[in-house]
């Protein structure tokens, strides 16, 4: 037997894992209940538990460790023994006298803190201790958890840009504990009844428009909601062309199927205000919202010259612009952006050889959520339901060539990553009939949405 397993039997006998009918924190009805707090009391099997997760960890990356209370608080604490990384605890409510503190112990911003999880179900209560532990300028990449309860838990953590590992999946024990005749046939029959449920539920399901409409704030993301029920269209056209004449004839033609125009202004050659006027002219009457995919990267106060000013006045006309967040959180803060226009942040581009890393992508789409102007991110990963999720680089074909590296299909957009919108340019354009084409990709990305609520 695995020394994981082994160990899993020992910590099994304390009966940390109990089988009836139990009310979980989340109000979830489970079969099963899993406690780890027996532990706390075991000093041996407290050091063979620090001891499986340094295999699994290298620990001389953390400048701390940090529980999540109050049950990881002992085996953080062993941990910390074990590695030398000194230990913080996270209090779970303020005690509302004295210093006041949530993280006791000594630390300063910027240090690199680990996180340990006993069970983890839904991820809620790791990600209030990850919000708070930010808040004090702490940076949490790496997360562990003892037990997966495969319930989405890790799929939640991982889809907000850290990494989680776990030491035991909860199917695999069941397993285990069933093949050594630990578990009654009734029981796993049950148990694994609830599971597959349950895992089938947090996979499948996605929010629907109307859904994801409660959860904005901004009228734009409301309004692109809207003409996208009304018209049944996720499409955004990306028109990636050099002379306006070109554009306006293309987007007079497939108006009716987008809910979006996505423009570079600055690869046209014969820009001009009367473009603008003709374009916004356009978009009120076919009912779609205009994309400056500007990508703002600069330090606040130049992207707020290059919001405004110029021959583009960018603000004078589009609904939505795009930002990078490398500059960090200020510079997309006084931009003195008017009330009916909006920013897309850009977490992750679609090229295959982006740069963003996970810690990068986790920061962009933790600033988003909580800047009122956001309202949503391009990404290749699900991210957060409060954020629109924008995906370019969509392509029907396949990338088998290797030629297409960059582009996924458009159901795949839709069901790998929930995404809300797709962006299509060369795809549309570059076809013979652009109005065709449109009208497959927009059918294509409307089912998709439709057949994964
Ligand atoms: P394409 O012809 O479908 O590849 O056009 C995609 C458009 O989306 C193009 O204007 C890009 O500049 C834009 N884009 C992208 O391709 N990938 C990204 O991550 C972002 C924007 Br953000």
């Known amino acids: ?66 529980g999540v209370p109050y049950a990881a608080l002992p085996i953080a604490t062993a941990l910390s023994l074990r590695t030398n990384v000194p230990l913080i605890i996270k209090r779970k409510e303020n005690k509302g006298y004295g210093t006041e503190r949530m993280i006791e112990g000594i630390y300063k911003k910027g240090q690199n803190c680990f996180l340990i999880e006993d069970v983890i179900t839904s991820g809620d209560s790791l990600l209030k201790t990850i919000i708070d532990l930010e808040k004090e300028g702490l940076i949490i990449k790496d997360i562990m958890s003892i037990l997966d309860r495969e319930q989405g838990g890790i799929e939640n953590i991982k889809k907000r840009g850290y990494n989680i590992k776990t030491l035991f999946r909860i199917g695999d024990i069941l397993n285990m504990l ?63 062309i050099m002379y306006s004449n070109k554009i306006l004839e293309l987007v007079n033609s497939i108006g009716d199927i987008i809910c979006g125009l996505k423009i570079h202004a600055d690869i046209i050659n014969d820009f001009s205000s009367s473009f603008i006027t003709s374009l916004k002219k356009i978009s009120l009457e076919k009912k779609f919202l205009l994309f400056e995919d500007r990508k703002l990267s600069d330090v606040g106060y130049t992207n707020y010259l290059q919001l405004h000013y110029g021959i583009h006045k960018i603000s004078s006309w589009a609904d939505i612009i795009t930002v990078h967040l490398l500059s960090g959180k200020n510079s997309i803060q006084k931009l003195n952006i008017p009330c009916n226009m909006a920013l ?26 909580k800047n009122p102007k956001v309202i949503g991110t391009v990404a290749q990963r699900k991210v957060d339901d409060r954020l629109l999720l924008f995906s370019p680089g969509i392509h029907f074909s396949n990338n088998k060539n290797n030629k297409k590296k960059d582009y996924i299909h458009p159901r795949k957009a839709f069901e790998k990553n929930k995404t809300d919108f797709i962006i299509v340019g060369k795809a549309i354009y570059q076809s013979k009939n652009p109005v065709l084409e449109a009208e497959k990709y927009r059918k294509e990305a409307w089912n998709a949405y439709e057949t994964k609520l």
């Open 1 to 66: 037997m695995e020394k994981k397993e082994h160990f899993f039997l020992k910590i099994y006998d304390l009966g940390i894992i109990k089988f009836g009918n139990f009310t979980l924190k989340s109000g979830i009805k489970s079969p099963i209940y899993i406690d780890f707090r027996p532990i706390a009391s075991r000093p041996d099997l407290l050091i063979k538990l620090s001891d499986l997760l340094i295999n699994e960890t290298n620990f001389s990356d953390f400048e701390l460790i940090c």
């Open 178 to 240: 069933n093949k050594i005749n630990l578990l009654k046939k009734k029981e796993l029959h049950m148990i694994q009844l609830f599971f597959k449920k349950k895992i089938k539920n947090v996979q499948e399901k996605r929010l629907s428009y109307e859904e994801k409409r409660k959860k904005l704030n901004h009228p734009i993301g409301k309004k692109l909601i809207d003409i996208s029920l009304e018209k049944k269209t996720n499409l955004i056209f990306s028109a990636d």
């Open 344 to 369: 897309i942040t850009i977490s992750e581009m679609s090229s295959h050889d982006r740069l963003s890393d996970d810690n990068y992508i986790r920061n962009v789409l933790n600033i988003s959520i």
